[in-house]
């Protein structure tokens, strides 16, 4: 028999990067609908799934910043292509037959539901996937943090991070072939050695609600059911 899930209720975070599959710019359908499967899996496992999708896909407030413009409209420039991710993992799941619901922090009453604790509570133990978008809502922070923020709300035993890689590295693998991957690293070590895994923010957020943080490959198939269950490749960030 296949082994269960070591968790009850879990959040799993995506970037807006990984929805772009082999494509420069926007959503991979074939993306969407891979993910929405696995994360139909976990359902299926037991698993209550709350899920906070990234923007970088399509905007990112600091690109305005960058060239000189106005870093609070470039953000919420940004929390609205949250909003578009969510809306193409809502509609994922919902051809899947996964029962889900988007609940924004920002209010957006004509396409989705307002965020509150309660009704994503509600959602969630209905067995429902609960999409969180629009980050926190405010401007100068990111959906790492948005999604730190929710795991604490929700009660939520781990945060996952989806990332290009299986795990934390001591530098980018990518450039540096001498980087040595973690299987467990403490939040302190995170903060204090600059590991590039999520801001600052969100990791001190997690480390004072007592919530792991799982960083694992949202690219490589079956990952993140693999590692719901205790044996797929991960780095755990914790005490
Ligand atoms: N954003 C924001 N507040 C939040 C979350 C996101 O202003 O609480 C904006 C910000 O401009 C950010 C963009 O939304 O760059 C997309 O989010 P993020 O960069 O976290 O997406 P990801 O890198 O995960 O795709």
Known sequence: MAAPALYRRVLLKVSGEALLGSQPFGIDEAVIDRIAREIGEAVALGVEVGLVVGGGNIFRGMSIAKAGGNRVAGDHMGMLATVMNAIGLHEGLERRGISSRIFSAV???????????????????????????????????TTDSGAALRAAEMGCDALFKGTNVDGVYS????????????????????????????????????????????????KEPGAFVDVLRGHGRATIIAD
């Open 107 to 141: 209010p957006m009453p004509t396409i989705c539901e307002t965020f509150s604790q309660q009704r994503a509570e509600r959602a969630l133990k209905r067995g429902r996937v609960a999409i969180f978008a629009g980050g926190t809502g405010n401007p100068f922070f």
């Open 171 to 218: 530098a980018d693998p990518k450039k540096d072939p001498n980087a040595v991957r973690f299987d467990r690293v403490s939040y302190k070590e995170v903060l204090s050695l600059g590991l590039q895994v999520m801001d600052a923010a969100a990791v001190a957020l997690a480390r004072d609600n007592h919530i792991p943080l799982i960083v694992f490959s949202i």
